[in-house]
């Protein structure tokens, strides 16, 4: 015998003004332990040889997989609108961001 389905709570969400501004970021490091997953996200310059942490987000191991999941779903219907998201370098590429040619200006 099956379990009737709970209806989903709602949940308010407070968004205050500083918040709703934002934090651009286009690089995102990432760490875990046992019990944390750890997402640090910063902003590279172009011909700047380091990134600044601007926010630091820890969540639980189910919150992760969560967000992996929203993000997947989220990343597939911007596709379906918008086109494939090409990733400069490849799929395989480790290079992401900016990347500085010897003499300081930016490479694509």
């Known amino acids: 015998m099956q379990k009737p ?3 989903q709570q709602q949940i308010q969400v407070e968004l205050d003004e500083s918040a709703a501004e934002g934090i651009y970021s286009n690089f995102v ?3 875990n332990t046992a019990a944390e997953f750890i997402l640090d996200f910063a902003r590279m310059l172009p ?3 380091k990134a600044k942490v601007l926010s ?3 969540m639980t191991p189910q919150s992760a997989k969560s967000l992996q999941a929203v993000l997947s779903r989220t990343i ?3 596709e379906a609108n918008f086109g494939e998201i090409k990733i400069h370098g ?3 590429s ?3 961001g900016f990347q500085a040619k010897e003499d300081g200006s930016e490479v694509n």
């Open 94 to 96: 480790s290079q992401i």
């Open 47 to 49: 011909g700047l040889k």
């Open 56 to 58: 630091r987000i820890i």
């Open 90 to 92: 490849g799929k395989d």
């Open 76 to 78: 597939e219907q911007y």
């Open 5 to 7: 389905k709970q209806p």
């Open 29 to 31: 490091l990432t760490g």
